[in-house]
């Protein structure tokens, strides 16, 4: 999925606008709170190991990100969980990006805790907001998005969101994607639409 050419800890920060909602939404939390639980790290740090950040870089955004932890916590608490999911740990499992599926499926989030699939997450109420908050503002997208999440369509909103964040609001427009299956698709998508 690798679509950024040597990306380092710092080009993350440049790419945040292509990043889809769940990816915004963990990039967000992690900027206000300089700290991301368990599952919502596991799922970042795959999503940037998906971008193609070596576990160096990957282990420096982390250590940056977490700016009020001093060095001996992190390496402590985070360092190793991050190299574990590089497969530089443990059994040495090189642990795949999670695509859309793994997201909206498994270890759904409890109370307090952010990762998952927005799509799937969120409630109405919170889900109008936040698309609000992403610039859609014209009512009957919003309404399109919450009626294809009320009907358990989550990718399918997802790529309506990609199209009409991104202008494509022709069927015919050659630019169209199929159904978003995977985070780093999407990030791939609208980095190459920029270029176009
Ligand atoms: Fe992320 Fe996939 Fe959900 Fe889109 S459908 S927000 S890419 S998990």
Request: glycine share 4%.
């Amino acid at each position: 999925y690798s679509v950024v050419d040597d990306p380092t800890s710092d080009s993350v920060h440049q790419l945040v606008e292509h990043f889809p909602l769940c990816m915004q939404h963990l990039y967000q939390n992690l900027c206000e709170n300089l700290h991301l639980k368990h599952f919502a790290r596991i799922q970042f740090n795959l999503f940037l190991k998906g971008i193609g950040l070596t576990v160096d870089e990957a282990l420096a955004f982390w250590k940056k990100s977490f700016s009020n932890i001093d060095d001996a916590k992190f390496q402590k608490d985070y360092a190793y969980n991050i190299r574990h999911n590089y497969g530089a740990e443990g059994k040495r499992q090189d642990y795949k990006p999670l695509n859309c599926m793994s997201i909206i499926t498994k270890q759904r989030p409890n109370t307090g805790q952010i990762h998952g699939c927005p799509f799937r997450e969120f409630s109405p109420t919170n889900l109008r907001s936040k698309l609000v908050q992403m610039g859609v503002r014209n009512e009957e997208h919003i309404r399109e998005i919450l009626s294809l999440t009320d009907r358990e369509h989550y990718q399918v909103a997802c790529t309506k969101y990609f199209e009409i964040t991104k202008g494509l609001l022709d069927d015919n427009d050659e630019n169209m994607i199929e159904t978003i299956e995977h985070p780093n698709e999407y990030l791939k998508a609208s980095i190459s639409l920029k270029k176009n």
